[in-house]
């Protein structure tokens, strides 16, 4: 390993590029189920500057082996140095992070150990009264501590035809704020198991990554699947202060008969041609998350990002580089290797694709967008390709855009570029407001087989597979 390495914080990394390098403590990991089949280990990072707010990142990527040789390489609560290895958008429902972006284990990143050290547990709870009042997206994993109070038996019902455990009660915070709370599986029988050897109705339970639900009304705080972590009484100073504050003989166990709760839910398709027209600032003041179009102008490109992407051309997908070849070096005058996120092999038949990350606006505010390669070559004029200077070294500066780009930016209003036709619709857009701080829209399309990444995908009728990331 080379001396004096260029170390990145994690509030710095961009997707313009894969050379990165962070020092970072692993604060979380587990393993997930994909729609597509197969396993993801998803991980939690910290850096050294961040102190009790939530500015990790996760990493998710398949294939058993990497899954496995990952594994070795990081251990909970130390720190690793990773190099090397790919930045792309966040999202989902349940996001354990708000950091903007995430990063993914590719075949050629490295990971060592390193010496530095630091005990913080990066902790950040979210206070009841926020929660409570909606000030806190329900997009985002949050961190609760709180004292149980009314606690209900543990039940066993039916979900999806096979038996899981449950149990309700109220957490009470130091302010003397309750809120409901819902364990599920693993982490109701972690409950239970506390609860027979202490013996203790009025443990103090912290929840890491929790989810903020609505149940009957009421906001109610849960596991997130098994992202979630869970502790009784545990030694911290907030444990302290809430047993002080209350007392045991202050509140009783209640255990009270729960009804089975069924809750039937339907996938919704709508016709592009019902797709209602909105302006940019309704879009932004939306709190679900629906279909439409809008018409806009080009303010400016986001650099932050590259604008385009290798993709395999058999099945579109994005393709990542692969810094050697077959464990060799490559030559600079050789053509190389790329992994194939959607096919999971290596390839060499791939084309640079147009994913153009913008800054538009109408005559009410402005958003992010993403366009893709079919969109970028109709409002470009050409293949992405053709503007390739036929490098595959990483770009070190993402300003540098070749000029037909540099031409979509609209300096004035009066000139509106309309991104959907009569005939077929090219784009849409989505509330990206829980995926980007500081009012940003994302876009995606209708046909994206990015499932790994958690993110609603369905915004297009073209018959062409881009690959988002």
Known sequence: MTKNKNISLLNA?????????????????????????????????????VRYIYNLLS?????????????????????????????SQAGGQYRPTNHTYKISIIEDTSISPISYECDDNFLSFSS??????????????????????SLRDVQSVQVSGKDKKKVE?????????????????????????????????????????????????????ANAFDASLIQFDPELPETLALKLRVSNDEFTLALTDAKKQKRLTKDHTVHWN??????????MMATVEEDCKIICSIERMDTDWSWFYFGHNSCKSKALILKSKEGGI????????????????????????????????????????????????????????????????????PTDLPQPIQDLVVCSGDKMLQIE????????????????????????????????????TPFSKRKEKDELD
């Open 13 to 49: 990394i961009k997707p313009y590029k894969q050379g990165w390098c962070i020092q970072v403590k692993l604060i979380h990991s587990w393993r997930q189920k994909t729609n597509y089949g197969g396993d993801t280990l998803e991980l939690i990072f910290a850096d050294e500057t």
């Open 59 to 87: 990493i998710s990527f398949s294939l058993m082996n990497y899954i496995q040789r990952t594994q070795r390489k990081l251990r909970l609560g130390e720190w690793r140095l990773i190099e090397t290895f790919s930045v």
């Open 128 to 149: 009841f009264e926020e929660i409570g009042n909606g000030t806190l997206k329900a997009s985002f994993l949050i961190d609760v501590v709180g004292q149980v109070i």
């Open 169 to 221: 009660f109220r957490l009470l915070d130091i302010n003397g704020q309750s809120m409901a709370c819902c364990l599920w599986g693993k982490y109701a029988e972690q409950l239970e198991e506390h609860l027979q050897k202490s013996n203790d109705p009025n443990m103090v339970c912290l929840i890491r990554f929790a989810k903020i639900g609505f149940y009957k009304g009421d906001v109610q705080v």
């Open 274 to 283: 019902n797709v209602e027209m909105k302006s940019i600032s309704e879009i």
């Open 330 to 397: 490559l030559f600079s005058n050789e053509k190389p290797l790329f992994w194939c996120t959607s096919c999971h092999t290596k390839v060499t038949s791939v084309a640079p694709k147009y994913k153009l990350h913008m800054v538009v606006k109408d005559d009410t505010s402005t958003c992010k967008r993403i366009m893709l390669d079919s969109v970028g070559k109709l409002i470009v004029g050409c293949e992405a390709e053709e503007l390739w200077d036929g490098s595959y070294d990483e770009i070190e500066d």
């Open 421 to 456: 036709s009569n005939s077929d619709p090219m784009t849409h857009v989505m509330d990206g407001s829980s995926i980007m701080s500081g009012g940003e829209v994302s876009v995606s399309e209708k046909n994206s087989q990015n499932s790994s990444e958690g993110t609603s």
